[in-house]
């Protein structure tokens, strides 16, 4: 969440994280303790695949939109390429490329992990599914 639609959905919140900055260890702001929404306002940040806007609230960037990348390796490999920055819940960023450094964003919208299913599943095996996983993110 923020970016699915959970219309038709049951859910549980299992996280709320904050954001990191995933940039090239070269990057002028790599070798800040924090960033700011406004300091990555000019920088070139990927579009996901099937996410309008860069999936980032918060972030309009100024130029336009930088590569399409579908997963995280694509991802990786753009920030590492030079040719985007990249801005992900903190337990997303893992693990993490020896050559990039994660920063984090201190205004940026926190992010939540959410386990969803359909409204009208009252099967007993999904129950348990959802219960184990709350637990086993509260523990």
């Known amino acids: 969440m923020p970016f699915d639609d959970l219309t038709g959905l049951d859910h549980e919140t299992l996280m709320v994280e904050g954001r990191v900055a995933i940039l090239p260890r070269d990057h002028r702001l790599a070798g800040r303790s924090e ?3 406004a300091d990555l306002a000019h920088e070139t940040l990927p579009r996901w695949k099937g996410v309008r806007g860069n999936g980032v609230p918060g972030i309009e960037p100024v130029a336009g939109f930088g590569p399409e990348v579908a997963d995280g390796a694509e991802l990786t490999h753009m920030v590492l390429l030079g040719r985007a920055i990249a801005v992900l819940p903190r337990s997303l960023a893992r693990p993490q490329h020896p050559a990039l450094v994660h920063v984090p964003v201190a205004d940026a ?14 099967r007993r095996l999904v129950a348990h599914f959802v219960a184990s996983a709350v637990e086993a993110a509260q523990g």
């Open 35 to 37: 960033v700011t929404l």
């Open 109 to 122: 919208p926190r992010s939540a992990l959410v386990l969803a299913w359909g409204q009208e599943d009252r």
